[in-house]
């Protein structure tokens, strides 16, 4: 029998989480304060009072497995472990001698992979004593996550929402609302950076790094508020590589071990809780040729054409100084459908470990992206989220290259999420409207100028 779905009991499912930053070859750079712009102490490298302590520790905790605390666990088990998929289908249908596997968060109750993290943030926020968290949220599905992970420890969620997606996706508006968060259009009359940029535009269409100084306001301004964010912070990669510790075991259950990984990177979070749990081995020199290939959009390209430098996590200046491949704080993207990847800057890990030259990154056009999507759907079945669709354009490239080559490759998909709230962008492809954006050099270069000085 060709066994097509590897599943992994409860009991078996891993209890902690793996920390990367024990095991890099070089240190990562230390975060900046925003407003004194030093680097902060190891020991406290948030700067308080936005993140939980428990928080605080984990983003530069040296500790290689971090224990899941049993109530995440608990939480966990409502919806994990997740299923890893063989894709015979697409295998056939693409005439490949590789071996084709995904790992599939669509199943979580918010529809995607940001649920693991949500549920820890919410987890500790409940437990120093916290009331409220306040976040941002783009096309909506970080928000829906942490709402979801609020319900679980019976805390209020309040959601700064991107103004276009506000308008474009009143559905994930409903989601978030019906799991009982209070959620704004971004830019709000509710902070003074929102009530700032409405006055000088009451149609401002807001961006990813407007909401989140909004949500950081909001913490600020609010003692019994905590902020949550959704991607690209170190404690949010570590809760996400619960993704791959199952995959580990669910591909020793296949009889299998990944040649190329492959994901889609907005802020880094899903695709690096699936590889950071591999990524040992190649620095280990246990599988040295491991190739693990980052997918960006071309209209958000910041490995592929941002400088590796410091600047802001947010345009107000309110979040943590970074050192990332960035477009700069000021990006406003192009309205590609992929709205989970049109951050501005990456995971410092990430950034890191492409400066060391140990993940690749490749930048690609939504129409091919959607083309691959398209091609799962009638193959595989499922309907892709529009960003793990960037995956699926490379998994599918990979092994086309596997059919001229004759070799056979195992090549394992990062598959972050379902793509039922994107049907609008699968009509406007079906209908042939689709536009293909590639951000301009200019861009790049100018939104250098508004760089902090650190
Ligand atoms: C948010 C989101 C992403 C991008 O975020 P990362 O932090 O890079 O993982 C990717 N896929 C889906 C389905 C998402 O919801």
Redesign the pocket.
Known sequence: MEKAMYFLDQKDMPTHWYNILPDLPEPLPPIVHPGTKEPCPMDMPLPPPLFPDAINKQEFSTERYIEIPEEVQAAYRTYRPTVLHRAYRLEKALDTPAKIFYKYEGTSQAG???PNTAIAQAYYAKKEGFKRMATETGAG??GSALAMGCVFFDLECKVYMVRVSYNQKPYRRILMETWGAKVVPSPSQDTDVGRGLLTEDPQHPGSLGIAISEACEDAFANDDTKYSI??VANHVLLHQTIIGEETRKQMEMADAYPDIIVG????????AGQFLPWIRDKISGKKPDMRIICVEPQAAPSLTKGPYTWDFGDIAGLAPILKMYTLGHTFIPSPIHAG??RYHGMAPIICHLYKLGLVEARAEYQIPVFEAGVKFARTEGIIT?P??CHDLKVAIDEALKCKESGESKTILIAH??HGHFDLGAYDEYLSGKMQDYEYPEEKVKEALASLPKV
């Open positions: 995607s992979h940001k599905q970080w959704g991607s889609c990177i907005g802020g880094g979070s899903n695709f989970g990847l989220a960003e793990p972050s999420g």
